[in-house]
């Protein structure tokens, strides 16, 4: 008879539960010393991968290094929420994929032996029960017919058939049965106990029954240990319960409840929400539910991809935890997957599902290393930091936000600006590497986008620049592209808090589409140029420049493109969504009959572009010939609205002096930016005048 087959547990270290969360803003902290359980699903997998390793794998572990194979595209077991982390079993460790992790690693262990199903026995001893299991067998009947035997006899009997264990106390085990076994330490109160339990066992089946019991198997700890089970930690799908409900009761049972909050969505009127399931959507042609997605499932699915780059002040994240830019796009996937669930969203996204990934180039910034080296040849070997010119006692507070946050901006107009181009690359770059790999033909079906944040935006564009208007899908991982490119196309780009236009006025360039793309293929030379490495000629399909009217870093830059027609286009306001559906698809309505672009007059302090400005054009290609102005065609080809700025409408704060001060960090929570963003990169043009998500057309000078 063979050894009974079991389910093992694979458990992480409990801390990294608050990781796998992918919450936006820290947790408390969690001892690393204790454990949580993965899923059914996820330890099956691990457990299967590890099956799979040599003799030789298991007995000599990997060790991870800091940036956990930087370079190595090797594909973990996925787990957790999103499929963003990965456990490798060879070093017994869970990591982000696509991010640096903060704080101490996340060790992952192999559990056969518990205590409960709760507590899982500590490796060495629990190595030690393990062996001596596999020698004793006790699944044999044989060995079963020993204990009843010993049971009839008594001490003498069954003492022989305890099983001495490597353990400091001198413990020792004695197999109940196949399932359970005792533990035994050598203390005078234990030969005590057992010796008076044994006058008194009557019809007990272990010589031991004051002794510890643990359990061999998970399932086997649930069935026998008397102890309620918690929960794994949080990876779709989790309940307590997981051994007896298969995902596709789980599946099911979260569509229904998916139907019935739409259903609920849709009987309630007239009520103001900042979430769309919540309003009235009769008659607004929202018949259709759609699996639109944001994140979530297999990552398989996802077919684009948003690539958020971070500005300045991730300088502070090495000393404050909550400035970590992880925790930024995770609030604003959150966001996105609350706007996506909405009718009017949902009907726009279809059944497209979307994933947003940090791009950290701050953190794995090292400006000094070449250029050290080159002074350390000349004699020039003196060396100082920041920290030795600062004069820490005198307004600490202000100094450390000057040399964490604003230092970055005399960086990027210095030299360094080329060893930050090629950090935010090399970065780029490794995140579209490990996607690929995970999922091998997103290069050829999915598209990618950029969020460019501050300062992440200027980065953005000199590499966007220098990019050739078309890149090759990535057949080789491994391959090779100069410092100053991405090695993927970019659809979209969105531009948040954005100071660009302070840099194309100081080279004093402009903004110009790139001849070759979606809607400049048959362009002109007067409306697109076909210029790489020309700074503001940027090869992307569309450009948004969005801000808070408050933010203090973001400049305008529609006259970047033309300042005459720059003249007499306002930003654009972005529709908010804590108005009712209704009254936006009221003015959708309205647009309809008024042309979309009506050049009516306007009440004065508002602004209405001509009606040549009409160009919205359908998701995946544009029209052979922009219609209008060389200055409209310019825009045009830029944006499919016709203009670039764009602005989040304000809630009517104290001050905008006041609102300042959190402007700039502001946008990550924002959830008309979020649904802004999903609407564009997903809308047709009946989408966005039946839905009412479109940019308002009455902007403010």
Not at 174 to 191: N, Q
Not at 598 to 609: D, F, N
Not at 680 to 693: C, H, Q, W
Request: proline letters at 6%; glycine letters at 6%.
């Amino acid at each position: 008879m063979s050894c009974p087959d079991i389910h093992v547990r694979w458990w992480h270290s409990s801390h990294g539960a608050a990781h796998l969360e992918l919450l936006a803003t820290p947790a408390a902290k969690v001892s690393s010393q204790s454990w949580t359980k993965l899923t059914r699903e996820e330890s099956n997998m691990c457990e299967e991968t590890w099956r799979s390793l040599t003799d030789e794998e298991k007995q000599s572990p990997r060790i991870p290094d800091d940036e956990h194979e930087e370079d190595n595209l090797q594909v973990g077991v996925s787990i957790g929420k999103e499929r963003l982390f990965e456990v490798d079993v060879r070093s017994m460790t869970m990591y982000p994929v696509y991010w640096k992790l903060s704080g101490p690693p996340i060790n992952v262990r192999r559990v056969i032996w518990m205590y409960d199903p709760n507590r899982p026995v500590d490796d060495p001893l629990a190595a030690d029960l393990e062996k001596a299991y596999q020698a004793i067998k006790p699944w044999e009947s044989s060995y079963q017919d020993e204990v009843a035997a010993a049971l009839q006899t008594g001490p003498v009997a069954y003492e022989k058939l305890k099983v001495p264990l490597a353990h400091p106390d001198g413990a020792s085990v004695f197999f109940d049965d196949a399932g359970s076994a005792r533990l035994l330490y050598s203390s005078l109160s234990t030969r005590v106990s057992s010796a008076i339990f044994a006058t008194i066992r009557g019809r007990s089946n272990s010589p031991y029954p004051s002794s510890p019991v643990i359990y061999r198997g998970y399932d086997e700890a649930v069935l026998r240990a008397n102890v309620p089970s918690r929960p794994s930690s949080v990876s779709p799908p989790r309940t307590s319960n997981d051994i007896l409900e298969s995902s596709d009761e789980k599946r099911s049972r979260r569509k229904s409840m998916d139907v019935r909050n739409t259903s609920r969505a849709r009987d309630v009127r007239g009520r103001k929400s900042t979430d769309y399931s919540r309003e009235d959507t009769d008659g607004i042609g929202f018949a259709d539910i759609y699996d639109a997605k944001v994140g979530e499932g297999s990552s398989q699915d996802v077919t684009d991809l948003i690539l958020v780059v971070h500005g300045i002040g991730q300088g502070l994240s090495t000393q404050y935890e909550a400035y970590n830019f992880v925790y930024m796009v995770n609030l604003m996937r959150i966001i996105a997957r609350k706007q996506a669930m909405s009718p009017a969203l949902n009907s726009i996204m279809r059944s497209h599902n979307v994933q947003f990934l940090p791009v950290q180039w701050r953190t794995n910034l090292k400006l000094d290393e070449d250029e050290s080296r080159r002074r350390a040849e000349d004699g020039l070997d003196n060396r100082f930091s920041l920290a030795d010119i600062t004069l820490k006692k005198h307004i600490p507070m202000i100094r450390e936000l000057s040399n964490e946050v604003l230092i970055d901006i005399p960086y990027f107009m210095s030299h360094h600006q080329t060893k930050m181009i090629e950090t935010v690359c090399s970065q780029a770059n490794r995140t579209y590497r490990l996607w690929c790999a995970r999922n091998p033909s997103f290069s050829t079906t999915g598209r990618v986008h950029v969020v460019a944040h501050s300062l992440g935006a200027p980065l953005c564009a000199h590499i966007l620049s220098s990019q050739p208007t078309l890149q090759p899908p990535l057949t080789d991982p491994l391959m090779e592209i100069p410092w100053n490119q991405f090695l993927f196309n970019v659809s979209s780009l969105f531009m948040i808090g954005s100071p660009l236009a302070v840099f194309l006025h100081i080279n004093q360039v402009q903004l110009i589409a790139r001849k070759g793309r979606e809607r400049t293929m048959q362009s002109p030379s007067d409306e697109a140029l076909d210029r790489v490495g020309l700074f503001g000629c940027m090869a992307v399909d569309s450009v948004y420049n969005i801000f808070q009217l408050s933010d203090p870093i973001a400049y305008k830059l529609n006259a970047c493109v033309d300042s005459a027609r720059a003249a007499e286009l306002p930003p654009i306001a972005i529709p908010s969504i804590t108005g009712t559906l209704l009254g936006s698809f009221q003015k959708g309505v309205s647009k309809i009959i008024d042309g979309l672009f009506s050049s009516a007059p306007t009440q004065s302090g508002t602004a209405t572009p001509k009606e040549s400005e009409e160009i919205v054009f359908e998701l995946g290609g544009g029209p052979d010939k922009l219609q209008g102005s060389r200055a409209e065609r310019r825009f045009a080809a830029l944006n499919p609205h016709g203009a670039i700025d764009f602005y989040l409408p304000g809630e009517g704060g104290i001050s905008e002096y006041v609102d300042m001060i959190t402007a700039h960090s502001s946008y990550w929570g924002d959830s008309s930016l979020a649904a802004f963003i999903l609407a564009e990169i997903f809308a047709r043009k009946e989408d966005l005048a039946r839905t009412g998500l479109g940019p308002q057309l009455t902007v403010e000078a």
